[in-house]
């Protein structure tokens, strides 16, 4: 029994071999597939550049509130402090420029609003007066800024309410030289900087139709991510197609009667085969994992999608392999392995649709190879 299967993995692994042979042999089929590899690369580069940026609200930032140090303009600690929360808003693309580049790009509608911290921001901050901090620049009647403006104002509360509570406990200690402020900053810097006292909230939404809580994490650039996600699952099913060309062409060449005689079983054949087209397609799912991992900052995710990758790839290997089953010809195979494609991407794109509109009738292309690929590719991204 051990000798069969050793010899089963031996038959296995020279196919593997002889298919790769087959596929890289041919000097314009390996052009072809570099290409797409590095044509791929770009795209799913510039797709999740897009998702970084287009999924955030442009607003711009100048910061007046300087100093002068050894000859240099310095931002003051707590205008330096908020222009850094304020790029770590996910909401926002924060975008630093002089006053006229902003208000260019405001008139271009490059921007929704530019906000200036005045002069002298820290001074009044730390005296308790809270007018003319900032200045806020939109256009006209333009009512979402005013939301936009709720969000900068609270990235501002932090450091409005630490003022506050400083001068009250100097009050209360009856300090004024300042040392109580000083110290009470210190404290307050120390909390924050310590990881084992980090608050974190969670967020629940309600379910009144079925009487269940829904724990959700929320991203901006979630759904261009599912587009990639959708875009890459058609690419990945072309490039498999293509590698199961020279399955028929085997058949039609001859070849596949010459691998009959020499006695290796059709399992052994067939898993050599789906083993192969495996290996061609892990750079393009290793490429694709990697760009979305790094511009989602999700390292972590990476096992878990490379994984969920190569699952979808063995499924639509399968799904190919059978067709070369019932389709003999070269040309018949091309044609309807293109239509099985288009066919898998538009379950995927109405899969889609379903997941961001909500319509519950579209659900059943959840169970279609693309719009399973997408729904995991989801719950991973947002579960991790």
């Known amino acids: 029994m051990k000798i069969s299967k050793t010899s089963m993995m031996k038959d296995i692994l020279n196919r593997i071999s002889i298919s790769l042979r087959l596929v890289l042999r041919d000097k314009g089929t390996v052009i072809v597939f570099l290409l797409s590899v590095l044509s791929f690369f770009l795209v799913c580069n510039s797709l999740n550049q897009a998702a970084t940026k287009q999924s955030r609200i442009p607003i711009g930032v100048i910061n007046l509130d300087v100093k002068s140090e050894n000859g ?41 609003c530019f906000y200036i911290i005045n002069k002298g921001y820290e ?41 506050r509570t400083a001068s009250r406990f100097a009050a209360i200690l009856k300090d004024k030289s300042g040392e109580a402020k000083e110290d009470f900053y210190r404290y307050v810097k120390e909390l924050r900087e310590n990881d084992e006292l980090e608050f974190q909230f969670d967020i629940t939404l309600s379910d009144t139709t079925s009487g269940q809580e829904m ?12 587009v990639i996600a959708g875009l890459f699952a058609i690419l990945l099913s072309f490039v498999i197609m293509f590698s199961y060309t020279y399955v028929c062409m085997e058949r039609e060449q001859g070849i596949e009667k010459r691998v009959k005689i020499s006695m290796i079983s059709r399992w052994s054949k067939d898993l050599g085969t789906i ?62 392995g293109a239509i099985t494609v288009l066919v898998l991407g538009a379950s995927g794109f109405l899969s889609f649709l379903g997941m961001v509109l909500k319509f519950d009738f579209l659900n059943v292309f959840k169970f279609t190879p693309n719009g399973w690929f997408i729904e995991k590719f989801v719950d991973i991204i947002i579960n991790i």
Request: aromatic share 12%.
């Open 123 to 163: 001074e009044k901050l730390k005296n308790g007066d809270l007018t003319h901090l900032i200045t806020t620049h939109q256009v006209r009647g333009d009512l979402s800024v005013s939301i936009f403006s709720d969000i900068f104002a609270g990235e501002m509360m932090y450091q409005i309410c630490t003022e």
């Open 275 to 336: 083993g192969s087209v495996l290996i061609l397609s892990l750079i393009l799912n290793v490429v694709f994992i990697s760009c979305v991992c790094y511009y989602a900052k999700l390292p972590q995710a990476f096992g878990r999608l490379l994984l969920l990758s190569i699952v979808f790839a063995l499924m639509i290997s399968l799904l190919f392999l059978f067709i070369t089953k019932i389709v003999h010809s070269f040309i018949a195979y091309q044609l309807f």
């Open 72 to 112: 240099v303009e310095v931002p003051s600690e707590s205008s330096l402090s908020l222009a850094q929360n304020l790029h770590s808003v996910e909401s926002f693309l924060v975008i630093e420029k002089d006053f006229d580049t902003l208000e260019r790009m405001l008139q271009k509608r490059e921007i929704y």
């Open 215 to 226: 724990f959700e994490n929320l991203d901006n650039s979630l759904i261009y991510r599912q």
